[in-house]
Structures are given as structure tokens and as C-alpha cells.
């Protein structure tokens, strides 16, 4: 059967905004690249189970000048493109790096890595959004040129025991929170990194009770132990996702699990390449395939619904490539690379 995978851009050169892309997991094909939404820089889309669609934009004061940054709501159940939005809020000074969704207390989140701060929204029965809560990252700023300049919370999301995880570049920080129904963040633990980690994605493993941090900055993958009663991370090990020798810029992006636990993912940009590691029964890395991802600048890619598959965009070359992924040995061997998608930047598959 074929499955719909949402995508977000960013608009610099030849994106409109959000657009959609269809897997044909018979022919082993990525097809129907279809434009869903006007949107400027929706660069992280989220979707309620409600098939609300919400993405990451900002408008411009033609007055003015001003930027102010928010988020759109589309309603998934439409097919009649593009969307118009049913609902929107641009109540922050830039446009945020990251959204997500919370179904049980009817929440979004975003990050916004440029103004440093946090926030959560309360989505009424009707769409209307209003504000929750707001909280600014706190700490001492990295040592590397891309931290001097404040805060940079760049993922926020819920935890498996439903608290909500931040990830701070700048600081070198995860925080952990308590979230109310109403919205409200009660902090819980701090977790510092090394200076100049850079964390900038993170994905839990439930069972083994471990989460997986990537540094974007330092390109390594961190193992965390996770204390789930009591809210806390602890850094057990490192791992780099380049090769020893690499010299030029790298800038380490999404992670990705297997649902079994066995693999994690990593994407690099600059290197361009998937990193493949396996995990053991106790949440340890291996790595075991580096491969190309046949583009410029990775940011992020997704496990099709059975997993058999694994899409990653490439940013700047416009493109999307398909992998054949082997549940066994956790390798990916690659489709498919030349289907067009323009800045692409995240992949998200459509309930």
C-alpha cells in the first residue's frame, strides 16, 4: 500500500513551502511530489491525530518589515490543495526550529533556536491556538562560534513517560520538564554536556531505558541513561559519526531507532552520510555502515512505515533518496536518488 510522507522545506530558493511525497514500497519507489501549503521556511511539520497539520512559518509586516514567527494549522482531512490555513499564532520574534505534538492534553510545542526560548500551546476542540507557556534556556554558553550568541533550544518533544524533552545547542543542555494539561512546564532535571557538545536531536529507547543524543556541532552521538521515575539523564558514553580522518565541516543532524531497538541512525551534513550503528541488548553503539546520501547536506530522513525502507532529504542538491533497510543487519542499501524535492529538510509519515 502506498504511504504518504509530509515534508517540510525551507523557501530561499524554490520551495513554496510544505509539500508531500508518495513511497511505493511494491516498485520501491519514491513518486507524486505534491505542493500541500504556502508557508515561509516550514522547515519541521507536525500532525495531531486529528490530521491537523501544524507548520513552522513566520509572516512579514508589509508595513513594516517586521518578522514574527510562529506556526500554521491545516486540516489533514482536506485533499484539496494547496491548504489553507484554519488557524494560525506568530506571537515569537523568529519562526522556531521544531514542533511537535501532543495528543493526550491536546498540546504544541516548538523550539525557537534563535530567540532561545521554549513554548507550549493549548489547541481548542474548534483549532484556536493560544499560548500556554513560555520559559527561556538558561546556562553558560559553548565555546564554539555557533553558541556565542545565546541559548539555541532545537527540539522539543514528549519522553516515553510523557514529559517533555528540550534540546539546547548553545548551552550544551537537555532539559527535562513536567507538563500540565493546562500547558504549564514544571522543570524536572538538567543533563550538562561536555562543552561544545552542541546537542541538537535526541530519540529514547523505552525498554532499554537509554536515549540517543546527537551533537551537531561536535559530530558524535552520546549514550544517555534514563532514570525514568525520577526525570534523569546521565551520560554514559561517546561516539563520533564521521570518519577519524574527515577534516572539512560536518554538522550532524536527525537520529532515527528501529522500533526493535537493534539500529540507530544518524544523518551528516557535510559528510553526507547516514551512519549506521547497532545497539546491544543494553544500549550500547556499534558502528557498523557509513553510506552516501547521494546529495549535499542531509538533514533529515525517516523509516517507512514497516520499516523496510529509509527516506533522506538532501537540502541543498534538492533531492530525496529511498534505502532498502535490512531488518537483520540494520544496513541500508540505496533505491533510489534522484527524486526531486525542493530544500528539503524534514520527513514526517502522514497518519
Not at 242 to 270: C, L, M
Not at 275 to 281: G, I, R
Amino acid at each position: 500500500m502506498t504511504e504518504t510522507y509530509l515534508i517540510g522545506t525551507y523557501t530561499r530558493r524554490i520551495s513554496k513551502g510544505v509539500y508531500q511525497l508518495e513511497l511505493d514500497p511494491d516498485n520501491q519507489k519514491l513518486k507524486n511530489l505534491e505542493f500541500v501549503g504556502s508557508a515561509i521556511d516550514p522547515t519541521y511539520v507536525a500532525e495531531s491525530k486529528q490530521k491537523r497539520i501544524y507548520a513552522i512559518t513566520k509572516v512579514r509586516d508589509d508595513n513594516n518589515g517586521n518578522v514574527t514567527g510562529g506556526f500554521y494549522e491545516w486540516d489533514g482531512t482536506n485533499d484539496n490543495y494547496p491548504l489553507a490555513p484554519i488557524a494560525g499564532i506568530h506571537d515569537q520574534e523568529t519562526s522556531p526550529a521544531y514542533i511537535a505534538v501532543d495528543d493526550a492534553r491536546k498540546l504544541v510545542f516548538t523550539a525557537n533556536y534563535h530567540a532561545g526560548i521554549i513554548s507550549t500551546y493549548k489547541i481548542a476542540d474548534n483549532g484556536s491556538i493560544s499560548l500556554a507557556d513560555r520559559i527561556m534556556d538558561k546556562g553558560t554558553l559553548g565555546f564554539r562560534k555557533e553558541q556565542q550568541d545565546g541559548p539555541h533550544p532545537h527540539y522539543i518533544d514528549l519522553t516515553p513517560d510523557n514529559r517533555v524533552v528540550v534540546v539546547d545547542l548553545g548551552i550544551d543542555k537537555v532539559f527535562i520538564y513536567d507538563v500540565s494539561e493546562a500547558g504549564k512546564l514544571t522543570p524536572v532535571s538538567e543533563l550538562q554536556m561536555e562543552d561544545g557538545y552542541g546537542p541538537r536531536h535526541i530519540t529514547f529507547d523505552e525498554k532499554k531505558q537509554v536515549a540517543y543524543l546527537v551533537g551537531e556541532l561536535s559530530s558524535n552521538i552520546a549514550v544517555l541513561d534514563y532514570d525514568a521515575k525520577n526525570g534523569q539523564l546521565s551520560l554514559r558514553n561517546i561516539l563520533s559519526t564521521i570518519p577519524d580522518d574527515w577534516t572539512e565541516h560536518n554538522g550532524a543532524a536527525a537520529v532515527r531507532q528501529s522500533s526493535d531497538g537493534k539500529f540507530v541512525y544518524v544523518s551528516n551534513r557535510g559528510n553526507n552520510t547516514i551512519a549506521v550503528f547497532s545497539s546491544d541488548e543494553k544500549g550500547d553503539l556499534k558502528l557498523i555502515q557509513r553510506i552516501s546520501t547521494e546529495g549535499d547536506f542531509p538533514r533529515d530522513f525517516n523509516l517507512s512505515d514497516d520499516e523496510s525502507f529509509v527516506i533522506c532529504l538532501n537540502q541543498n542538491s534538492d533531492n530525496a533518496t529511498l534505502y532498502a533497510r535490512d531488518a537483520e543487519s540494520g544496513k541500508l542499501t540505496m533505491l533510489q536518488k534522484d527524486f526531486a524535492v525542493p530544500e528539503g529538510v524534514s520527513v514526517l509519515r502522514k497518519k
